[in-house]
């Protein structure tokens, strides 16, 4: 497959090769589905914590005798159905909620989001990608002169002055090739990957 190079004006140039197995993939909702929910189940913490029947400070003494008041039976004041009282399966600080998506699967849902970036016109690569200076401003104009507003800039490596320039924009996002996740890739509206970035992609993903 041929993906179009753009130069610094954002206008198209010449061609680049890219693998039909990373970029000419076909769009499997499911799979990209089942890669993006295991991606944001990972990076949940689990630092929540509920207080069960025998955490809560309660009295253990039965509220009234077991019959004869007309009431419902009751044990202790700690029930899950009485107000104050503890919680029915409490939510544990160990709780783990991540889940296992095999290498080869993960590779395939990456490969067909960038397919499916490819076909909308989303995703475009540049020869390389940089700023002189670590200025905001200097970022925004280049941006502004290559047409692109909310954009995910994936570098081979993150060159300082571009990742101190990017922090103040946000709607914009630099990473390394290693580090372009699932979820970026679907939420901004625009990639720009530039040809070290996509090579190393190639290496780590076809």
Same mark, same amino acid.
């Given at each position: ?14 061609? =680049? ?6 970029? *000419? ?19 949940? &913490? *689990?630092?929540?914590?509920?207080? /069960? ?16 008041? /007309?009431?419902?039976?009751? *044990?202790?004041? &700690?029930?899950?159905?009485?107000? *104050?009282? /503890?919680?029915?399966?409490?939510? &544990? ?7 296992? =998506? ?15 970036? =490819? ?42 002055? !571009? ?25 901004? $509206?625009?990639? !720009?990957?530039?040809? /070290? ?8 993903? $076809?």
């Amino acid at each position: 497959m041929e993906l179009q190079l753009i130069d610094g004006d954002g206008q198209p140039g010449s061609s =680049v090769s890219a693998p039909d197995s990373l970029f *000419g993939r076909e769009y499997n909702e499911a799979l990209i589905h089942q890669v993006v929910t295991a991606y944001l189940a990972n990076a949940r &913490s *689990g630092n929540r914590a509920q207080k /069960g029947r025998s955490d809560v400070a309660k009295s253990t003494r039965k509220p009234w005798r077991q019959k004869g008041t /007309g009431r419902a039976r009751a *044990g202790s004041a &700690s029930s899950p159905l009485w107000r *104050g009282g /503890g919680q029915i399966f409490p939510n &544990s600080p160990t709780e783990n909620f991540s889940h296992k =998506v095999n290498r080869k699967m993960y590779r395939a849902g990456i490969g067909s989001i960038l397919s499916q970036l =490819v076909r909308e016109n989303r995703l475009s690569v540049v020869e390389q990608f940089m700023v002189e200076v670590p200025k905001t401003k200097a970022l925004a104009q280049k941006l502004q002169n290559m047409g692109l507003e909310e954009v995910l800039i994936i570098t081979e490596n993150v060159d300082e002055n !571009l990742y101190l320039s990017s922090r103040n924009l946000p709607r914009v996002k630099v990473v390394e090739a290693g580090y372009a996740d699932p979820v970026s890739l679907m939420r901004f $509206a625009k990639v !720009l990957v530039t040809r /070290g970035a996509l090579t190393k992609m190639e290496e780590m993903l $076809a």
